[in-house]
């Protein structure tokens, strides 16, 4: 009972100011490349221990390249967002379970350690089941729990009243080209500040404004949007999908640079705090 308290209080709080922007804080994102317009992360960096890389590996085969047999895989990459050092956020679209698949989360330690843990199991909510956008978020169980470098950011809770910008992080691509293979993210944390150009605090969801070059695209899915509060860092979204102005795209189309729709942690706490308590299993 006191791990779960303990995790609840690190997930609720409490903050009726609006909140302010990154800049001139330790986590300031300049341009250049990444997610899309934003700046890699230093595994030293504070945010590189706050948010996770949540990869599914699926389709393992035996290919041959250059006469040497290869074990090979493909690889459904997410980001994640740690709620303790064994429970991770995570869009629900991103915890699929193709045959025979295996789910990692992995992060870089401050000393530069590339590390992997293994899902136990998942949850995501029965709205979301029955095919409800709205609750596009879920939680995984590690086997193991994270290292100690790991950083658990507290959720917003309801009583947030307007947001302005926020900081997305995740793992996914540089562009929306499919066909550019140079998009890929390459498991690489990268961060960018973005504009809100849609929010209510009563909403389901808020959306930001990526049409200036700069947003989250495929793989940055179930990462974070952060605000400052007075000082503090709270996570207040969790990226959800990405929008286009045309709905025909072929590989070469660019599709992550009309708006981005993040999931409102403020309001689904209650429901997140309902899943995490699900996988706490060692509370009587």
């Known amino acids: 009972m006191k791990k779960l308290l303990m995790l609840l209080s690190l997930l609720l709080i409490n903050c009726q100011e609006s909140p302010e922007s990154f800049q001139g804080t330790g986590m300031d994102m300049g341009q250049g ?46 980001t994640g967002i740690p ?15 193709p045959d025979g698949y295996l789910r990692t989360v992995e992060f870089k330690t401050k000393a530069g350690e590339h590390l992997a843990y293994a899902e136990d199991t998942f949850v995501v909510p029965e709205q979301y089941k029955a095919g409800n956008q709205d609750y596009d978020f879920g939680i995984l169980k590690l086997k193991k729990q994270l290292s ?9 809770d309801h009583s947030i009243g307007d947001l302005r910008s926020v ?15 140079k998009g890929d993210g390459g498991n690489t944390l990268r961060s960018v500040q973005l504009t809100v150009s849609a929010f209510a605090k009563n909403e389901n969801r808020f959306r930001v404004q990526q049409s200036q070059g700069k947003g989250f695209c495929q793989g940055d899915s179930g990462g ?9 860092t709270y996570v207040v979204g969790i990226a959800s999908k990405t929008t286009r102005s045309s709905e025909s795209a072929t590989v070469d189309t660019e599709r992550c640079t009309d708006e981005g729709i993040y999931i ?21």
Not at 39 to 55: G, H, K, N, P
Not at 268 to 282: N, R
């Open 83 to 97: 709620l303790s050092r064994q429970l991770i956020l995570t869009a629900a679209h991103c915890l699929k379970t």
């Open 148 to 156: 100690e470098d790991i950083i658990i950011t507290p959720l917003m």
């Open 224 to 232: 974070p949007a952060f605000a400052r509060i007075q000082g503090r």
């Open 167 to 181: 900081l997305a992080a995740g793992y996914g691509r540089t562009n929306g080209v499919w066909s550019d293979i």
């Open 33 to 78: 490349q990444g997610i899309i317009g934003g700046t890699t992360a230093s595994f030293q960096s504070d945010l590189s221990q706050m948010v996770v890389s949540v990869r599914t590996y699926y389709n393992t085969r035996i290919e041959v390249i250059n006469g040497q047999k290869v074990e090979m895989n493909d690889v459904f990459q997410c």
């Open 264 to 284: 409102s942690v403020q309001k689904q706490f209650g429901m997140i705090v309902e899943l995490a308590k699900s996988l706490a299993t060692d509370v009587p």
